[in-house]
Structures are given as structure tokens and as C-alpha cells.
């Protein structure tokens, strides 16, 4: 059993009562590695308890079984959270025996006896996550960080809006920094909307976000604050720079209505405030000491750019395209370059949606010469990065395959390190392609099964 919650492991205290069952829980869940802060058998000793620790027991989750006696399990939850709605409550239930509606305002999960421990410690999970907390909390690990930010992405499905300081676009694109961040957003879907100051320093990842990633962009002169809003419901701000200590720096977590619309009111009032990131972009490339990014119009001259870098890598080549186009871009000629690149130890990723049977049959000719190839579901971007270039396409349309397509080709470094981040983080959300043409074979069998049944 394994926890992924940021922070220490959460105390458990259990409210039931019988004794008989509590000391089974007791023996049971210290097995499983649960740390059991208290245990009660009455409604009087657990009030005295959470009265007694105040602030210090808000970080315990309280398993609460629905029959406590002649004390109604919801009279107990409301006492409990009068003093803290931080406290955390799970409710424990015999299936089909619970005679009174449940307020879920006041129970963060319920669960059905008799339950295994791994149904206990997913309800655990659940609840100890802080984005389940009203209030707010610093975060300073970068481990902390890492699941707060994936938390929030999982828990969001329209928008994410950001006022970063300048600063902190060049020093963001890291792959722990915030712009992966944006990537895994904008992979799940979100609309990703940006006001910073763009400046010559900056002025490559701001080019990034906007043609590759989808990022909405404008610019905003002297804009200094550093937050994010997702969804209207959550809320992070850095309030501490990175440091040796604290490599991400330190973030100011809440899910409070009044910050959350504060500073959501704040975004608006930059943004209507800003202007088109085109137009500052345009500004700034009158510069003749700017390192230009060369245009590419038309699949046919951007495959053959691709294949060039596939010729020259050293170690890495890595892909991301999308479904339909590896098996229309993979000729002869092609994959034999490919199948070389690996012979001479070059590390080749594929990463695509395999939806189709060509995209199964691509996956398995890569997978066969030696290419590593992961599914991603819903992929919408299209780029290459090998250890000194980059490419990645602007427009795509009927799956890149025509004279309208439009490319950006660089080998500044800048641009070679921000692609390669972007593919980390999209790889490492990705699922193996050998178990994706497994459960596609398996889905065509029963497919074709019912078919039969049905001519029948």
C-alpha cells in the first residue's frame, strides 16, 4: 500500500461503536501501514479529543460510522466541523441499513462495510488531498508541488489563467517549471491564458507558447504578480522565488472564494489591459541581433526537414505527431532512416494517438525496429526535437498532409530545450503502445463477435 499525498502520511482516527470492531480496524489498518492517531467508542471522549488538539487534529481524517448509538452520525459531523471545516470526516456505512439522507456537504467520502483496506486507503487519498480542504496552505517540496499542480489539472475542465512576471518565463521552462504546467493543461483540454511582459529575454518561449502549445498570450508593461487560476475554484501564487533550498520556490495554495475571485478579478483587469502578443512580438523582432526561427510552408518541405534531423541526430529524436500521420509520413525510405538512427544508438520516442488500425500497424513497424512509441490520447500537436534542432508545426489540416501546412524550424538552444521538456512531460502521461494494440485487438474481437451474433 502506498500513499501519494503530499506530506506526511494523515493520522486516521476511528469512531465506533464497537469496541470489538475497533480494535479489528486497530490491528488491521497498523498492518497496512495506517497511522492510527486515536480511537473511540463514544461520541463524549471524541469531541474532548478534537476539542482538547484543536488546530493540531484538523490534519486527521475521522472515520465516522453512521450508527454511534442514539446519536445521529450527522449531528456528530456538524459538531466536529463547527470548530474547523478543515476537519476531514469519512462515513462508514452497512449497505442498505442507512435510514437518513446524507448531507455531503458535511461527509468528504462515504464508504460501504465491509470495505478492504485498499478501499479505505483510496477514500483516504481522496480526502487528504488539499484541494478537498477549504482554507489555504504553503507548498515548498517540489514533490508537494508536483502533486498539488496535478491535482488541480485533474480536478479542472475549462481554463487556466496566469500573470507570471517576465522573469519567470525563461526561468519556467524547465521541466518542473511552469510551463509544463501549461502543457499538461493544455493536453487535458484547458484553455491556457497568459499576461506577461514580453522582452527580448523571454521572447522565445513567449513565440512557443503561442504557435505550438495553443497558449493565449498578450502583454502587459511592468506586470510584476505571479499567479494561476483554474477553473475559478483554485488558486496558487508564488510568494517565494526558487532558491537551493526550494528549487520550485514556494507556493501559496487556496480554494477560498474570496482569494479565488480576487484574484480572478485581478486577471480580468489585466488582461482587458493588455494588448495582442502579436504586436509586441512584431516590436521586438526589429531587432537584428534577434536569432530568427526560419519558416517552413508546405508537409512536403517540413517532412523532408524532419527526415533531415532524423539523418543527423546523435542520441535523441523524439516525435510527437498525430493520428493518421505517422503511417502517411513512414515511406520506405523513411523508416529505413529511422531503423538507422537506432542502429547507430540514437534513442528514438514516437508518441501519437493509436486509434486506427494504420496507427496500430505504424505502431508495430517502430516498435519493431527498435523505436520506443507510447499512445496519447487526444494528441493535438505535432513537433520533432533531436538533441541540436527543433520543428513543429503551426497550422495542420486533414492530418498535416497538404500545401497549407506551416512549420517553424530553429536549432537555438532555447528553443531545442523548451521542446524537449514539453515531450517529457507529454511522454511520461502517455501509455505504452504494446498494451494499446492490445485492448484495440481485443475491442476489434469483440466488435466483430457481436457482429456475428447479430447477423445471426
Not at 308 to 321: F, G, H, K
Request: with cysteine.
Amino acid at each position: 500500500m502506498k500513499f501519494d499525498l503530499p506530506g506526511p502520511e494523515p493520522g486516521l482516527v476511528i469512531v465506533d461503536d464497537s469496541k470489538e470492531l475497533l480494535s479489528v480496524y486497530e490491528k488491521y489498518f497498523k498492518a497496512a501501514g495506517l497511522r492510527i492517531a486515536a480511537k473511540f467508542s463514544n461520541v463524549e471522549d471524541t469531541l474532548t479529543y478534537f476539542g482538547t488538539h484543536g488546530e493540531a487534529a484538523d490534519d486527521l481524517v475521522v472515520l465516522l460510522d453512521h450508527r454511534m448509538g442514539d446519536v445521529n452520525a450527522l449531528d456528530i459531523a456538524r459538531r466536529l466541523k463547527e470548530k474547523s471545516q478543515r476537519r476531514r470526516i469519512i462515513l462508514t456505512v452497512t449497505e442498505g441499513s442507512i435510514r437518513f439522507k446524507i448531507d455531503e456537504r458535511l461527509f468528504d467520502d462515504i464508504i460501504f462495510k465491509p470495505f478492504t483496506i485498499s478501499e479505505l486507503i483510496a477514500s483516504i487519498e481522496k480526502t487528504a488531498s488539499p484541494i478537498r480542504l477549504k482554507g489555504s496552505r504553503i507548498f515548498s517540496k517540489p514533490e508537494e508541488i508536483d502533486n498539488l499542480l496535478k491535482q488541480i489539472i485533474s480536478d479542472c475542465t475549462e481554463k487556466l489563467c496566469s500573470v507570471r512576471n517576465p522573469a519567470l518565463i525563461r526561468n519556467g521552462a524547465h521541466l518542473r517549471g511552469h510551463i509544463s504546467t501549461y502543457a499538461s493543461a493544455l493536453a487535458k483540454g484547458l484553455k491556457v491564458f497568459l499576461v506577461t511582459e514580453i522582452n527580448q529575454e523571454n521572447l522565445i518561449y513567449c513565440k512557443q507558447l503561442m504557435m505550438n502549445r495553443g497558449v493565449q498570450l498578450r502583454h502587459l508593461d511592468g506586470v510584476t504578480p505571479n499567479f494561476v487560476v483554474w477553473d475559478e475554484k483554485h488558486v496558487a501564487e508564488t510568494v517565494e522565488k526558487s532558491s537551493e533550498a526550494h528549487p520550485l520556490g514556494q507556493l501559496l495554495y487556496s480554494n477560498l472564494e474570496s482569494d479565488v475571485s480576487r484574484n480572478q478579478y485581478l486577471f480580468e483587469y489585466f488582461w482587458k489591459r493588455a494588448r495582442p502578443a502579436d504586436a509586441r512580438i512584431r516590436e521586438l523582432e526589429g531587432s537584428p541581433d534577434l536569432d530568427k526561427i526560419r519558416v517552413i510552408s508546405g508537409y512536403d518541405d517540413l517532412l523532408k526537414i524532419r527526415l533531415e534531423m532524423v539523418r543527423e541526430a546523435q542520441s535523441s529524436l523524439d516525435i510527437c505527431a498525430l493520428s493518421g500521420v505517422v503511417s502517411k509520413a513512414m515511406i520506405p525510405s523513411a523508416f529505413q532512416d529511422h531503423a538507422d538512427a537506432v542502429a547507430r544508438g540514437v534513442r528514438v520516442r514516437y508518441l501519437f494517438e493509436i486509434k486506427s488500425n494504420e496507427d496500430v500497424e505504424s505502431a508495430r513497424k517502430l516498435l519493431n525496429a527498435g523505436i520506443e512509441v507510447r499512445h496519447l490520447q487526444n494528441s493535438v500537436t505535432v513537433f520533432g526535437v533531436s538533441e541540436k534542432a527543433s520543428i513543429w508545426m503551426v497550422t495542420v489540416k486533414g492530418a498535416g498532409i497538404n500545401d497549407e501546412t506551416k512549420g517553424m524550424y530553429s536549432m537555438h538552444s532555447d528553443y531545442v530545450e523548451e521542446y524537449r521538456s514539453i515531450f517529457e512531460v507529454l511522454w511520461n502521461s502517455g501509455v505504452p503502445a504494446r498494451k494499446m494494440i492490445m485492448e484495440f485487438e481485443e475491442n476489434q474481437k469483440n466488435d466483430f463477435s457481436t457482429s456475428r451474433l447479430q447477423k445471426f
